[in-house]
């Protein structure tokens, strides 16, 4: 799942990106493959080229990364609370849609709701926030640093959700007196 998550990372990132540096690219990588092979003009091309892109790849990596820990402490979280694990399961994917699709819909259909609401709903979302990581254009009018957020979000999320379920399975654990 991670390694699927690149190709599209590099597309939005590539569609941002400074015009001249995607052209060296380019040239770089054409410079490189056959029949010309030349590896010095491709290191040359490729030497001028601003890699701030690769932190921001890096920065949605980080996001897919995280949101797939919280959809696995949600389902922990899901398996503590629930006797079986079909409902386990029901609750947790139910949480995941509503928080990777649901979360999406206020964009969709921002006339009438404040602003606020919506930044609000983008920030949690997963996909709002790593593409907000690799491009600023894809929410127009969002702040740039969504993505930050949302990272700081899923952190406390994760670790409040994991510590709940921790503890409620260590209560089960607990001999009854």
């Not at 402490?73 to 386990?88: D, E, M, R, T, Y």
């Not at 254009?137 to 740039?144: H, K, L, T």
């Not at 379920?165 to 654990?173: C, D, G, L």
Request: aromatic share 12%.
């Amino acid at each position: 799942l991670l390694a699927s998550t690149f190709p599209t990372f590099f597309v939005l990132t590539f569609v941002s990106a400074d015009e001249d540096d995607m052209m060296k690219i380019t040239t770089g990588l054409t410079k490189a493959i056959p029949p010309t092979f030349d590896f010095a003009g491709a290191w040359q091309s490729l030497s001028q080229v601003n890699l701030s892109f690769v932190t921001d790849m890096l920065c949605a990596f980080a996001i897919v990364t995280l949101s797939m820990a919280f959809a696995t402490v949600v389902g922990i979280l899901a398996s503590s609370f629930s006797k079986k694990s079909s409902s386990a399961t029901a609750i947790s994917y139910g949480f995941i849609l509503l928080w990777s699709i649901g979360t999406l819909i206020p964009y969709f259909i921002s006339a009438g709701i404040p602003d606020a609401i919506v930044t609000l709903s983008l920030t949690v979302n997963p996909f709002a926030a790593a593409a907000n990581a690799v491009s600023e254009d894809v929410f127009p009018g969002q702040p740039i640093g969504l993505w930050f957020n949302h990272i700081l979000i899923l952190l406390g999320a994760t670790a409040v959700f994991l510590a709940v379920a921790i503890f409620k399975v260590r209560s089960m654990m607990q001999p009854q007196k």
